[in-house]
């Protein structure tokens, strides 16, 4: 069973910069990987094209070694990164 877990994040230690992060790869990442930026992308546009999205959206999910981390980019599209641990 998958929890959700909702954190006010208070510091700046859990937000990761996007330079850090890279593009999932369809070829080399783990299924697992591939399968959870997937969820996380329609999440995001799920939450997008509500009657009232949020004005700021991230949401992450941590898996094994990776971090995930999805938010709209400015052209309406969704940006997904890997963080490896």
Same mark, same amino acid.
């Given at each position: 069973?998958? *929890?959700? #877990?909702?954190? +006010?994040?208070?510091?700046?230690? &859990? $937000?990761? /910069? =996007? #330079?850090? *992060?890279? #593009? @999932?790869?369809?070829?080399? +990442? =783990?299924? $697992?990987?591939?399968?959870?930026?997937?969820?996380?992308?329609?999440?995001?546009?799920?939450?997008?094209?509500?009657?009232? =999205?949020? #004005?700021?959206? @991230? !949401?992450?999910?941590? $898996?094994?070694? &990776?971090?995930?981390?999805?938010?709209? /980019?400015? +052209? *309406?599209? @969704?940006?997904? !990164?890997?963080? +490896?641990?």
């Amino acid at each position: 069973m998958i *929890g959700i #877990e909702k954190m +006010d994040i208070t510091s700046t230690q &859990y $937000i990761a /910069t =996007p #330079e850090e *992060g890279r #593009e @999932v790869d369809a070829f080399n +990442d =783990p299924e $697992i990987v591939r399968l959870v930026a997937l969820n996380l992308e329609l999440a995001v546009k799920n939450l997008m094209d509500s009657r009232s =999205p949020p #004005e700021c959206l @991230v !949401l992450t999910a941590d $898996i094994c070694t &990776y971090r995930l981390t999805a938010m709209p /980019t400015d +052209d *309406g599209k @969704v940006r997904v !990164l890997v963080f +490896d641990s």
